[in-house]
């Protein structure tokens, strides 16, 4: 049997940093349209929900003929978890008899992907058979060091310090998007469980619109 996979974006009203930041205009477009025609160019997601607490963006969606969900306020507030509205989406769906095995939740803030990404990593989904999976970028530089009391420690032997070519890279979430089980996903309540994967994308596809200084950025990167 085909596996059926529903994309669910999430896309809140409430941003301190940037004021109306999902539907802030990058490049011509409000950043929200970038990812929603992610979803629709793929031929392997069978249908795109757009799940918000604001009335301006459930209008958008309703204007450019995308399914909206209306998310309750707790599920949207600066503490609530994606998780939280993920569940109440599949809940929602699940209500409105609509079927489907696997969830695509791409993340409005990373507009930066190629045309292919999603179907490619929906393909390396279920060619590996992995319960969840989330996009990532390739670390090759991590001399890292955190503070510990007073002191500083490293997460390596600085006094082994290793040639770069010789590190064991490290795959950073890069927060474009997770693909999970909808059935495990409810049954953990977490994004990350079982048989984990990822799929690896360009660094420069890593870029996330946070803070208004991202905007140039974003910008720059995707006319290239």
Known sequence: MKKKVIAIVLARGGSKSIKNKNLKKINNKPLLEWTINNCKKSKLIHQTWLSSDSQKILNYGIKNKI?????????ATDKASSESAWLHAIKFLENKKINFDTVIAPQPTSP????????????????????????SSIIKDFFVWKKNGKKLSPNYNYRN????????????????????????FKKFKSRMFGYIGTYIQENYKSYQIDEPDDIFIIESLMKK
Request: hydrophobic share 35%.
């Open 112 to 135: 930066i992907r190629g045309k292919n990404d999603f179907d490619e990593a929906i393909k390396k989904f279920f060619t590996k058979k992995y319960d969840t999976l989330f996009s």
């Open 161 to 184: 310090r290793k040639p770069r070519q010789s590190i064991d890279p490290l795959f950073l979430e890069n927060g474009s998007f997770f693909i999970f089980n909808k059935s495990k």
């Open 67 to 75: 399914n909206v969900i209306k998310r309750p306020a707790q599920f």
